[in-house]
């Protein structure tokens, strides 16, 4: 690799990681939305909720004297009770997206959450070989893993949002209100990441192309 592009690959792996990093905590944690129901009484107590790909969250909130009508912020203090999707574990309990929330939405979004985390996983064992081996070829099968990456987790957050969407127009439902909180920014981001990363990536580690008539692609650097 000439000493010109590799300032430039080593910046975009780091972009590539970061986004890597975020694609993690967006899968493992569970506020990719906020629910809340309407309140009728103040100075009572409603159930606020909080979910991801995996498992829903129930958050008991008080209520003061307040002109709003919804229940929250999920951030106040509360009794809090988390468990897994019926479709991902029927031992547990969660009625509440039972009628409201389409199952093939929730499998759909959590799985091609995985088929991103897999794509990873063979774009970081090519980049890591790359180094090792001296195989600068195998920064492009990266590069396009992680373009892929990016992909998935794109669809994933498309899927999610729609069924949110889906759920909140339910005649069923008891939510009036959603916002779509932090770990649903980590995957924007990490698609954003990814997905320009791996484009980047590709482009870096492509030969360089003849700049004069007279040359062609052989005369490039040759690569270990």
């Not at 106040?76 to 897994?84: A, D, F, R």
């Not at 339910?170 to 995957?187: D, L, M, P, R």
Request: hydrophobic share 45%.
């Amino acid at each position: 690799m000439s000493q010109t592009k590799a300032p430039k690959v080593r910046a975009t792996l780091f972009c590539i990681l970061v986004g890597i990093v975020l694609a993690m905590v967006a899968v493992v944690t569970d506020h990719w939305a906020v629910l809340s129901p309407e309140v009728e009484h103040h100075n009572a107590t409603c159930e606020a909720a909080h979910f991801g790909l995996w498992r829903i969250c129930l958050k008991r909130i008080f209520i003061s004297d307040s002109k709003d009508k919804t229940c929250g912020p999920i951030s106040l203090p509360g009794e809090k009770n988390c468990s897994y999707f019926r479709h991902f574990n029927p031992g547990e309990t969660s009625e509440i997206f039972e009628v409201t929330t389409q199952k093939e939405y929730s499998i759909s979004a959590a799985a091609i959450a995985i088929f991103s985390l897999g794509f990873i996983i063979m774009g970081t064992s090519c980049a890591l070989l790359s180094f090792r081996k001296k195989r600068d070829y195998l920064l492009r099968p990266a590069s396009m893993f992680y373009a892929f990456a990016g992909l998935c987790i794109f669809v994933s957050v498309e899927v999610t949002r729609q069924s949110v969407k889906r759920m909140i127009d339910s005649e069923h439902t008891v939510w009036i209100e959603y916002y779509y909180s932090w770990s649903f920014a980590c995957a924007c981001a990490a698609f954003v990441l990814l997905f320009l990363g791996g484009l980047a990536l590709l482009l870096f580690s492509l030969p360089r192309m003849p700049q004069n008539p007279w040359e062609s692609c052989m005369d490039a650097e040759p690569e270990h």
